[in-house]
Every structure is written in C-alpha cells, then in structure tokens.
C-alpha cells in the first residue's frame, strides 16, 4: 500500500442549535493515500461537506470540533496555533466548492483573486503572482487567460468559474486538494470536463483529492478508495472495487442498487426509500434500521460494530462478513418473515458476489 | 458609463417637473395672502391689490405657473417678497454654512457608523450589538429639536465645554471670504478661530447627525452580516487569509455597496434636518431661511428652495450611484 498523507481518526464535529446538539460528524475515520483519490459519498446531510471543512479547521458558530485528531503526514492540524493553521490552508491543503457561482468574490477580477493566494504562500511580487495566475489560468483549459485574468467572475460562466476555482486552489502546489461536490451544480458535459481536467492535474501533480460526491457515477470514474458516510458516521470503507463489486453495508448497496448499469452514468441517491434520521433525535441502534432491507431485531437495539468484512473492507453492520444474519436466536419471531424476505432480495444480487468472495476463500474466515 | 449618467440626469427631468407642479399648487392653496404678509395686517385693499398685481398674483394660477417655469428654466429662482433680494444671491451666501453643517454630520454619521456597525457585527446577539442598537433606537426616535436644545444645555450652557450656539465668535472679526466658517477661518491665519469654527460644529452635527448615525449602523451591521455568511468569504478563509484580511478586503468591500445608497439616501433626511438644526443652532445657512421664509409667507423663496433642495438631493444620489457602480463591477458594466 502507499503512504497515508491524510489521516482522520474519531472526528467529531457538533453543532449546538437552538433544537439541540446535532452532531454533524460523529467519530468519522478515514485515511487518504499519498497521490490517492479518495471518493467520499452518502446522501445531502449527512456530514460529508462538515467533514472537509473540520480538516481545513474553518467550521463556524455554532459548530465546534469536539474530539479527534487530523494528521497531515504526522503533524495533528487540530493541535495547531490558527496561525500555524493558516499556513497549511491554501497551501499544503486547498479547497474548492460546490457553488462555483458564489464562491468567488464579486468585486475582484479572477486574476486577483488567484494572485491572492499565491502571494500569500510565496514569497514573490505581485507582479510575478499576477503573471503565474494567468499561467494558472491557461493551465486549467481556459482560453484567452491574459483576458480573463482582468475579468470579474460575473463575466464567466459556471463552469468558466469552478476552472478558475482550480486554478486558485492548484496555484499553491498543495498536497491534498478537498473538492466538495466540485461538479454538481454544473450541467452534464461540464461536469465531464471538470473531471477530466481534476485527473489530468491529479496525474500531473501526483496530489491527493478528498473528493466529495453524492454522485457515484463520479465516484466511479475518480476515486481510488471510497468511505460511505451515513448520518454523521462513516459506515463503509474500502477500495472502489471492493466497494462496487462487493459492498457489505446495506445502505452501500442501496445507494449501488439506485445507480444506472454501466455505461450510463449519473445516479441520484434518493432512490432508497425512507429518510435520513433527524439529527437532534437518533435512534438507539443502527442508523440506517428504519430503512434497511435486512433490519434485525439486534440492529434496533445496540448499535453494529465497525468490522474489517474483508481486509482493507471495513463496515458497520451486525451482518456476517458474508452478508447473512449473524445467528438464527437473533432473529426476533415476529420479524422473521419480513426480515427473511428483504434479506432474500438483498442476497439474490448478493449471492453472486458471495461466491465471488468465497472463491476469494475470504468467507467465514 | 456615460450613457448610464445621460439616462440617470434625463430621468431626473420629470421628477422635477412634477415636484415643481405639486410645490406650485400647495403653496398657492395655502390660506394667507402674501400681499398682506409684506404690509402688515392694516394695510388698505387698495395697496394690498396693488401689490398683489405687482407680485403677478392677480393672473390665473397656469399663467403664474408657466411664468415660474420660465425663470426657472432661465435659471431665475426669482427673489424675495420680502427684502427684494433674489434667492441666488442670498442662497450663495447661505448654503456654505449649510454644507457645512450637513458634512459635519455626515462625518459623524459616517465615521461612527460604519465601526460601529463592524463592531455589532462581529458578535450578533451579543451584548456589545444590543448596546448598539440601544443606541440607534435612541438616535432613530429622539426628534432632533430635543437633542439639539439638550445638547446645548449640557455642553453649552451648563458644563461650558462647547459653544451653544452660532458658527464662530463674532468677535474673532473673522472676515467672510467663502461664508464656509472653517475656511474663512483658515484664510485669516487664525489658528483659535479655526478651533472656535470647529468647536461650534460640534454640538449641531451630533444634533443632525444621530438619524443618519443610527440607520448607517444598522444598516453596516446587516449588510456585514450578510456577506460574512457567503460562500466567498469561506473561498478567502479557505486561501488561509488572516481574519483581518477576510474582514476589510473580502467583506468591506462588499458590505460598503447598501452602506453606500443609505448614506446617498440619507442627504435627504439631513437637509430636512438642517431645518430644524439650523433655528436651534441660530445657524445662518439655509435651513434657517426656509423657517423664515415659510413665517414670512415668502412664496418664492420657499418655492424655489424646496426645489434646489430637490436638486440637491437627486445630484447627490447620482453621484452616490455613480460611486456604487463605480464600486460594483457587476454594475459597471451592465
Ligand atoms: N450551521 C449549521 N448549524 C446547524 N447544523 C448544521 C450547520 N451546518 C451543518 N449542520 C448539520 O450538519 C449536517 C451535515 O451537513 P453537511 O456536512 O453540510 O452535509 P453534506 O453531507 O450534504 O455535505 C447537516 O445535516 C446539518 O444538520
Ligand atoms: S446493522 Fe442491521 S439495520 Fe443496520 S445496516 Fe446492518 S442489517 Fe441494516
Ligand atoms: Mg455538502
């Protein structure tokens, strides 16, 4: 295995609102590989964005890290001075966001803003920085960027913008880039394009990419490595092929289940049926009970261990590595027939990849 | 740019004409004769009628009309009933002790506002913002007739700290070259009578500026507010800027775009303030004159002094909007 340059342990980010204590991240892991793409999925709310933004330590009133540590190859970012903090922004870690249309200043031109950034990480003159921005510019596919450069981000369109959100964040040469849902509020051919050019540069600076997606069609043709995060919680890690081949965790293969056949990307997550729990009332068990095929009776009781199902496979769920019910006494009578039915359905697709794994010889080891 | 400057002073034509036209008609309904104002209460019909003829006041309302129009076009805003001395030449005279006055508030308003609207900012809810609106409600709702006449006792009459009333010491013998108080005093070389023009500033700035004062706070703080919740200021933070950077470059310069058409809009609102502050500062600028002119029943002179106020007002808030653009490149170059 290579590296690990980002590593995330019990990470939690709450929010204290008027309604209560929403615990936005709650005990997240995840570890990022050196020039490794690591995709972070799960439904709208469900702490992924609160998550990259605990890592680059900008959460705001009324949320609070609470626990956790954030080592960037072995310096803990939440033990940092905010100064020292600052020094990592920007620079060894950059960031770019979802809203491509709101997230650059509207009263400075594009080349100011990228020249912004350079100079403060670098010790060089504005006139240097200015004519790297215009570099930077030409570099993420924009045409004509001298002009650009002297243009107000009003002037460009969406995907016009989010390149030049790129090009702010690659000015710094920074070793872990979070992009959080960078292609979403794009139209499709765009969003191709962004991630093309997000791999090109990825190849070319050998950087790692925290990518954030509710997209799996994304997921698939970026990541290295996937974490699938469930109300706060990380409930599945593993590598995208372990992950599409053979996800454990129920909500993984709802999420799977809801994604067009290959070839046909995009997918949207809400096919699963049911909603994501409230946050300020979580129920005692798993998370995912209300809404999962396979509920047992345990599953409402105490909440499902976070166990490596295969090497490298890690998910929280009572389920057997395999994928079936842990042991018969387990299963309640009353919802034996119900429980036994969904989990048919499950294991019927399953089943195929039961096999694979068995020949794996990874089954009941 | 231009043409947006050309289509803004065209649009201000029909606002003009409309305010003249409704000022015309409200003046000339209003009960009371002119003509009897000038001669006193025992003058014979006869000379009353005579006048009245004189001053054009016999001939049909739409003929008085056309004929002010007239002169105003000409750029005659005509002259007084009453001392026979026209309203550009008292007006030239006056209006520097008014701009005077009105600045000196807009200073305050302004200087004081915007840190103060920051600061309230910066903690909403908190007790340093409830301080602070305490204190615009309190400039917002106290008339400034009651400020004023306070402010004088306390400062001037009782605690001696600032003159009361007046824009310098008579007996500095300061020689009125431009009528601006402060300048006149510079060209005489005098450095107590540049403290004195100064000194009596004071007390009717503060008195004139505390509306203006309380809505640039108020607004400084929502406008702070809101843009420190955009996607663009987490963008800055993102970049590792320092909080201070983050605060005057990516939030100021946004923050200032409603700041900057409230403060436009609030030259309104000092001009009809100077009214009142002028009388009790026994200021001679222009506010002043209008008091008088309304006991007077000077027609003309209250006529055409509402109407250069309105000039005034539409010029400033051009002027203001050209800042705004001038600020905003999404208005530029629209
Ligand atoms: N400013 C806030 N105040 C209260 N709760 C918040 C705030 N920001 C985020 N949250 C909570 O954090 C949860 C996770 O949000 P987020 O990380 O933005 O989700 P997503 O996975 O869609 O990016 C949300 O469900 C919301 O309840
Ligand atoms: S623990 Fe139970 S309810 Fe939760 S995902 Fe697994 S099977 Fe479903
Ligand atoms: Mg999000």
């Known amino acids: 295995m290579t590296d690990t340059l980002l590593r995330v342990r019990h990470l939690r980010t709450y929010f204290w609102t008027l309604d209560g204590i929403v615990k936005a991240v709650d005990g997240v892991n995840m570890d990022i590989g050196t020039g490794r793409t690591l995709g972070v999925v799960g439904e709208s709310g469900c702490g992924k964005s609160i998550t990259a933004l605990s890592i680059m330590r900008l959460i705001e009133r009324p949320g609070k890290i609470v626990e956790g540590s954030v080592d960037l190859d072995r310096t803990d970012l939440l033990k940092l001075s905010e100064s020292e903090m600052r020094e990592i922004r920007g620079n060894a870690i950059s960031m770019i966001f979802q809203e491509p249309m709101t997230s650059l200043n509207p009263v400075f031109t594009t080349g100011n803003q990228i020249a912004e950034a350079i100079r403060l990480h670098a010790d060089i003159g504005a006139r240097e920085a200015e004519d790297r921005a215009v570099e930077m510019l030409r570099k993420v596919g924009i045409p004509d960027p001298e002009r650009r450069a002297r243009q107000y981000p009003h002037e460009m369109s969406g995907g016009m913008r989010q390149r030049v959100m790129i090009a702010m964040a690659l000015s710094t040469y920074p070793q872990l880039l979070i992009a959080d849902e960078p292609t979403t509020a794009l139209d499709v051919t ?3 394009q962004i991630l093309e050019l997000m791999k090109e540069l990825r190849e070319e600076r050998r950087m790692s990419i925290m990518l954030i997606t509710h997209d799996l069609g994304v997921i698939a043709e970026m990541a290295d490595d996937v974490v699938v995060m469930y ?49 300020l009332n979580l129920p005692k068990g798993c998370l995912f009970a209300r809404r999962c095929p396979c509920v047992m009776p345990i599953c409402e009781q105490t909440p499902p261990p976070f166990q490596e199902v295969h090497p490298g496979q890690v998910s929280r769920c009572w389920l057997t590595p395999a994928g079936t019910t842990p042991a018969v006494g387990m299963t309640a009578p009353a919802d034996v027939a119900e429980a036994e039915a969904a989990r048919m359905t ?20 | ?40 209460q025992h003058a014979t019909p006869q000379l009353v009628a005579q006048i009245s003829s004189s001053l054009g006041l016999d001939k049909p309302l739409y003929v008085q009309y056309l004929q002010y129009i007239w002169q105003l076009l000409h750029g005659n805003f005509g002259a007084s009933f009453v001392d026979g001395r026209t309203v550009a030449s008292t007006f030239l005279v006056r209006f520097p002790a008014t701009l005077e006055l009105t600045t000196g508030a807009m200073i305050f308003a302004v200087g004081l506002g915007i840190p103060l609207g920051r600061l309230a900012a910066r903690h909403p809810n908190g007790w340093i913002d409830g301080a602070v609106t305490a204190l615009s409600l309190f400039g917002i709702s106290i008339p400034i007739f009651v400020l004023g006449y306070t402010l004088v006792f306390i400062f001037g009459v009782e605690l001696h700290w600032l003159p009361a009333v007046g824009q310098i010491d008579p007996r500095l013998n300061v020689n009125p070259v431009t009528n601006f108080s402060i300048i006149d005093a510079i060209l005489s070389g005098n450095v107590n009578a540049v403290e004195d023009a100064v000194a009596h500033l004071i007390l009717p700035s503060i008195a004139l500026g505390s509306i203006p004062l309380a809505i640039v706070t108020r607004i400084t703080r929502a406008s702070v507010i809101d843009v420190s919740n955009e996607d663009y200021v987490r963008t800055a933070r993102a970049k590792g800027l320092t909080e201070k950077r983050v605060d005057d470059r990516h939030i100021m310069r946004n923050a200032w775009l409603p700041v900057t058409t409230v403060i436009g809009l609030q030259v309104g609102s000092l001009l009809a303030g100077a009214v009142i502050t002028e009388t009790v500062f026994v200021w001679n600028g222009v506010g ?18 509402i109407m250069i106020f309105a000039i005034i007002f539409l010029a400033v808030n051009l002027l203001v909007d050209i800042g705004y653009a001038f600020l905003n490149p999404r208005i530029r170059y629209s």
Do not use: C
């Open chain 1, 231 to 279: 109300s706060g919680k990380v409930v599945e890690t593993g590598d995208v092929f372990t992950i599409f081949e053979r996800p454990h965790h129920p909500y993984t293969q709802g999420l799977l289940g809801s994604l067009p056949r290959i070839g046909q990307r995009r997918g949207r997550l809400r096919v699963i049926e049911g909603v994501v729990p409230n946050p």
């Open chain 2, 1 to 40: 740019m231009l043409r947006y400057i050309v289509r803004r002073v065209l649009g201000a034509i029909p606002v003009l004409f409309g305010l003249s036209v409704i000022l015309f008609l409200f003046l000339r309904l209003l009960p009371g004769n002119p003509a009897v104002a000038i001669l006193g």
């Open chain 1, 346 to 365: 499950i294991t019927a697709d399953s089943g195929r990849q039961s096999a694979t794994a068995a020949q794996m010889g990874e089954v009941g080891r």
């Open chain 1, 190 to 192: 765009i969003q191709a």
């Open chain 2, 288 to 305: 002043s004159w209008v008091v008088q002119a309304i006991e007077n029943h000077d027609l003309i002179v209250v006529q055409s002094l």
